[in-house]
Each structure stands twice: as C-alpha cells, then as structure tokens.
C-alpha cells in the first residue's frame, strides 16, 4: 500500500475520530444498528429511482424459476427495508432474512406497500447461518448491497446453495472495488476503514464477482457496470444471476 494512501487514511481517521473513539468504548456498534436502518431508508429511494432500470432488468425473469405450482418461493437476504419488493412478480412468496431487527418496522412498512406480495416470515439471522431455512425449500435467493458487509462470503453462498432447490437461481446486484488503475481505486482504499465503521462494516474494495466465479453454481450470469450512482465511490457495480 503506497504510503500517501497511508498519510490520507490517517488524515481521514483523525477527522472522523470521535466514531473510532465511541467505537472504542464499545457503543458505537449498538448506535450503527440503530441508526443505520433509517439513514437506509432514505438511501434506497435513491437508490432505486437510480438503479430502477437495472433491477427491472435484473428481477424480469423470476418467476421463470418458480416451482411446479406456479408460485415463486423467494428468500431475500439482508433485506433492510424491503426496497426490492416493488420489482417482485404478483404471488410472489417471500421471506426476509436480516441480522439487524431494527430494520422490522421499515420491513413491514414495505410489506404493507406491497399487497401483491405473499409474505411469509422475517427472520432475524445472519446469512451465514440461515438454519431456521429449510433445505432446498427456496426457488430464488435474492441479495443486493448485501455481500459487501458480510463477514464470510463463501459460506454466505453455500448457505444461499443449501436453500434452494436443484435448478433455483440466485439474484445479485452489488457495488464492488473499481478497477485497480482509477482514481475512484484510489479514494476507495483511502476511505475504506472509516466507511466500513460508519455504514456497519460496508467494504469499498471488495472484489465480490471473485467470490462468486469460485461458488459451486452450474451457471453464471454475471456483467460489470458504472452505475449511474450520485455516489461516485459505489458506482463499480456487479449484477446478473447464477444457477444451482
């Protein structure tokens, strides 16, 4: 790591050092997961007015995947607020997954916006450990912005294997690290310590699509884009589907 890199993340580290500070004496986790699911909630509208061609692209062959029944059984991952239930098909059952139970009022905010939807259940769990979801009970897994804070990514994905059925596809959108020669590389390894504090452990320079290119899926639909963010930092983007 260059040193000027170095120089900058102290430079960033020393403004922002009243968060390191109460992180230091273990309060600032229990603030980030309080605050984090309303300044989420604002950031997704955003997001989504941004992002609204590419998820309706991303999400327009779902219900391809649904079972003998007709009926699309979908788990969500690191669901938040719910701001993909808009782009889901009409009868679509779901179920939430989430680590983080203050998100639950914002949840069934959305669920309530969303009659369309055949709501199951709201786990509060880790993605990594999804044991309350049975085996190949799922026909899709959906995940976005998700696997940039996991702790583990390999085992975030064989859990999303282990729960869906032969044959069911798992939706992902993600911003990832940009390109190593850009500028944008640059102030995303400067700034990547103290995003992770402050966004409750998002990464900037994850390299995500690597993760999944090694996962155990018989099919991968994956593509690179500049998103068209107001966020600089978030615009290296990856999106697509794979098949277990």
């Excluded at 309303?38 to 997001?47: A, D």
């Excluded at 769990?125 to 899709?140: F, I, L, P, T, Y």
Aim: net charge positive.
């Amino acid at each position: 790591m260059s040193l000027a890199i170095l120089v900058l993340r102290l430079v960033v580290g020393i403004l922002a050092f009243p968060m390191y500070l109460l992180n230091l004496l273990g309060m600032w986790n229990w603030i980030c997961k309080k605050w984090f699911p309303y300044f989420l909630s604002r950031f997704t509208v955003t997001y989504n007015e941004q992002m609204a061609g590419k998820k309706k692209e991303l999400f327009s062959n779902l219900q391809e995947f649904a079972g003998p029944s007709g009926k699309l059984s979908l788990l969500e991952v690191g669901c938040g607020t719910g701001a993909n239930f808009k782009f889901y098909p009409p009868g679509c059952r779901v179920t939430c997954v989430d680590p983080n139970p203050s998100f639950e009022k914002f949840l069934f905010k959305s669920v309530s916006e969303n009659r369309q939807l055949q709501f199951e259940r709201f786990v509060v769990a880790a993605g990594e450990n999804m044991s309350q979801v049975a085996d190949g009970s799922m026909d899709v897994v959906v995940c976005t912005l998700v696997l940039c804070s996991v702790k583990n990514q390999e085992k975030i994905l064989r859990e999303v294997c282990r729960v869906l059925r032969p044959g069911g596809a798992f939706y992902f959108m993600e911003h990832v690290a940009d390109e190593r020669s850009t500028w944008n590389y640059f102030w995303q390894q400067v700034l990547d310590p103290t995003w992770l504090l402050l966004f409750d452990g998002c990464n900037l320079t994850r390299e995500s699509w690597k993760t999944l290119e090694q996962a155990s899926f018989s099919k991968l639909k994956l593509q690179h884009i500049q998103a068209p963010l107001s966020w600089v930092l978030v615009r290296p983007h990856i999106y697509g589907y794979a098949v277990k």
